[in-house]
Structure formats: C-alpha cells, structure tokens
C-alpha cells in the first residue's frame, strides 16, 4: 500500500509529480488559505516546486526546492487541511487525513500524466500572440495579420485568461471526440474562443452546441461559424430549463445565463456528469429577495452592499451544493465579462468523497443557509441527489 511519505518523496523524482492540492483547512478563516496548489514548475534551469496559496480572489505564491516543497506539504496535511489531491504520472491520488491513525489514500488513473513545467506566463498563453486566429479577425480583435487592435485589447485579456481557466480542466475530460454545451452562448466571443482553443490548440474533434433565446443573435452565430468554418460548432435557438442533450456531455459552460437560468445549467450538468463545468453566474436576484437576518440589517439595510452579499452567498451555495453531489469546485477570477461586471468563475470536475466527509459538509451547508433564511434554487433542483443532511 502506497503511504504519504512516499507519495511525497516523489515530488524531486524527475517526471514523477505533476501537480498537487490541498484542501479543506482544519481552521478556516480569513487569513488561512482556502487551498494550496503546487506544481512543478523551471526556475533558472532547475526543478522547482510553486506553491501558491488561495485566499478567496487574492493569491500569493512560493518558488521552493522539492525537498522543502515535500516538507512543507507533509507538515500542513493532517495538521492543517483535511484533504489532498496528489497527481503523479502513474496515478492520482487522493489523501484523506485529519483523523486517527494512517491517512486513507485512494487511487484512480492519472489525470495529468505528463510533467508540464512552466514558470513564466507569457509562455503558457492559451492564444499565440502575432498569430491570427480566423475567429478573432472575424470578429475584429486582430487585423488579418494579427495585430491586436488596440480598442480591442481588452477583450482579448478576457479571451486570453478565460482560456488559461479553461486549460486547467483538459486533462479530466475523456479522449476522442468531446460533446461540449454552451448554454446561453450570447455573441460567443468565448465559445468562439473555447472552440479554438479544442480544435485548433489542442487538435481535438468537438460536437459543440451554443444553445440561446435569441433567434437573432443565433443567426448571426451560425453565420460566423460558416464564414470561419469551425467545424463542430453548431448553435439553436432554446431554452436552459428544458434542454436535453442525452448522455456523455464531457463539458457544460454557461457564461451568460442569468439568476437562476444558471442554476438550472449547473443542474443540467450534474445530472450529464459532465466532465468539466465552467459556470460565471451574474444577476443574482433570487436570494437577495429571500435574504432576512436580524444580525445583519446593517448590513442588508443598504441595496449596494446587499447586493454583493447576496452575490457572494448565492456563489457559495452554489460551489457547496455541487461538492455534495459529487464535484471538485474552484471559485476563480476571471476578467468581466461585457455584459456585466461579475468577475467569478465557478469551475467544477468530478471527485469521489467518503461518506463521513459528504455528512460533515452537507450539514455546513444546511447550517449556513438556515442562518441566513435562504433557499437556493439549485438545492431545490438537486434535491434527490444531496445527502440528507443538506435537505430542508
């Protein structure tokens, strides 16, 4: 049987580790790093291991020695978080520490077998700067020798980084063809982007669907996949709530959707298991509606600050509910998107949990939305797949 320390003694084995996170801290708070990841990265020729810890929307990171890297992670795992996901080339692995005895580990095929090493941005760009992509001529972010218009420059950083985002999930999904889902594509600058990023980067064959309301706006979408050929892009008019696609849908997107249209792709992509979820919410009304708590009217008694509290419980919940049934969840940055100033990425893949774990959070969960009055839509749809714990 596999144990920690040998688990992390393969961190300075070259090719061996290709990355690692650390999760559930033993004491949350503020200034306590939500997780830790590490990855292998070059610095100055030689392997190094960056740790970078997640404070909410801030980060701060640490270029360490494999050996002190190995030290540290085994210091703070058990002691201060919970869980650990640990891939090497051979497997990942998944510790589960914090009680008495050994740490239980459990493993399932590699996800990341390959050691990628970087350190600097500017080469792990998801778009070739001075390189033309038909989509972004077509859509006037770059002339057709691939000059970045410069009125465009911004959207291109929202493009660039969405894709960095989306980079991060390739290594879950299956090989062969991918079914992707895009629901309420809109103008579909990032499922252009998205669609690049598959076939052109990485050379994959996509069954890409954009799904939204407006007749005019899918016209104008369809009619740019023709001109640009992006084969395997196809969108229709159609509504979120009652769209099914059947089976085997490898990656859902909703990046437009608003209030609880949102919840209701996060739904749809639960019950596809799908392989990666990539979800920015905005408008979200429905909690703020609900939101009564005496101890904080100070706080709820001003429409700006209610509305961002609202904003960040309705997130929470969210990324909760979708570790109950069954997924891995990162609350990540990203640049705004034009229709709106929301800046929250929720990105999800699936992950296995014990049973004791799944009841200790499910009954955070039913504690932090009584307290606060709430019922999210997403509980209510999910309903017949949270433990019970989480349920009213």
Request: contains cysteine; positive net charge; hydrophobic residues 40%.
């Given at each position: 049987m596999t144990s920690l320390d040998a688990l992390l003694d393969r961190l300075a084995e070259p090719g061996a580790f290709t990355g690692a996170t650390l999760s559930r801290?033993?004491?949350?708070?503020?200034?306590?790093?939500?997780?830790?990841?590490?990855?292998?990265?070059?610095?100055?020729?030689?392997?190094?291991?960056?740790?970078?810890?997640?404070?909410?929307?801030?980060?701060?990171?640490?270029?360490?020695e494999p050996d002190a890297a190995r030290r540290l992670l085994g210091e703070l795992l058990g002691r201060s978080y919970r869980q650990a996901l640990i891939h090497l080339a051979d497997g990942d692995f998944q510790v589960l520490a914090g009680g008495k005895g050994e740490p239980k580990i459990l493993r399932r095929p590699a996800t990341r077998p390959d050691q990628r090493l970087g350190h600097d941005r500017s080469k792990r760009r998801s778009l070739a700067p001075g390189t033309p992509a038909p989509f972004l001529v077509a859509l006037g972010v770059q002339t057709?020798?691939?000059?970045?218009?410069?009125?465009?420059?911004?959207?291109?950083?929202?493009?660039?980084?969405?894709?960095?985002?989306?980079?991060?999930v390739l290594p879950r999904l299956p090989a062969g063809p991918l079914r992707v889902v895009d629901f309420g594509s809109g103008r579909s600058y990032l499922t252009f982007a998205l669609h690049h990023l598959l076939t052109a980067k990485h050379g994959r064959e996509v069954d890409m669907l954009g799904l939204d309301l407006k007749a005019d706006v899918v016209r104008e979408c369809e009619s740019l996949a023709r001109r640009?050929?992006?084969?395997?892009?196809?969108f229709e008019i159609g509504d979120i709530a009652g769209y099914e696609a059947g089976p085997d849908v490898d990656m859902v997107v909703s990046l437009h959707a608003c209030d609880t249209a949102t919840d209701a792709a996060l739904d749809r992509a639960v019950r596809w298991r799908a392989k990666a979820i990539l979800a920015v919410p905005c408008c979200q009304h429905e909690l703020n509606r609900q939101l009564e708590s005496a101890p904080l009217r100070p706080l709820l008694r001003h429409g700006l600050l209610r509305d961002r509290?609202?904003?960040?419980?309705?997130?929470?919940a969210r990324a909760r509910l979708l570790e109950l049934v069954g997924y891995d969840v990162d609350v990540v940055e990203i640049v705004p998107l034009e229709h709106t100033a929301k800046n929250v990425l929720l990105r999800a893949t699936p992950t296995v949990r014990p049973p004791a774990v799944l009841g200790s959070m499910a009954a955070e969960y039913r504690s932090f939305v009584d307290v606060l009055s709430v019922s999210p839509a997403l509980e209510g749809m999910l309903g017949d797949l949270l433990p019970a714990a989480a349920r009213r």
């Open positions: 801290p033993a004491r949350p708070g503020a200034e306590v790093p939500q997780r830790i990841t590490a990855d292998p990265v070059l610095a100055r020729g030689r392997l190094r291991v960056r740790l970078r810890r997640h404070f909410g929307t801030r980060t701060a990171d640490e270029i360490l057709p020798d691939g000059r970045v218009r410069a009125e465009r420059r911004d959207k291109l950083r929202q493009i660039d980084r969405f894709c960095e985002l989306v980079e991060h640009i050929d992006a084969r395997g892009l196809r509290f609202a904003a960040e419980v309705t997130d929470a």
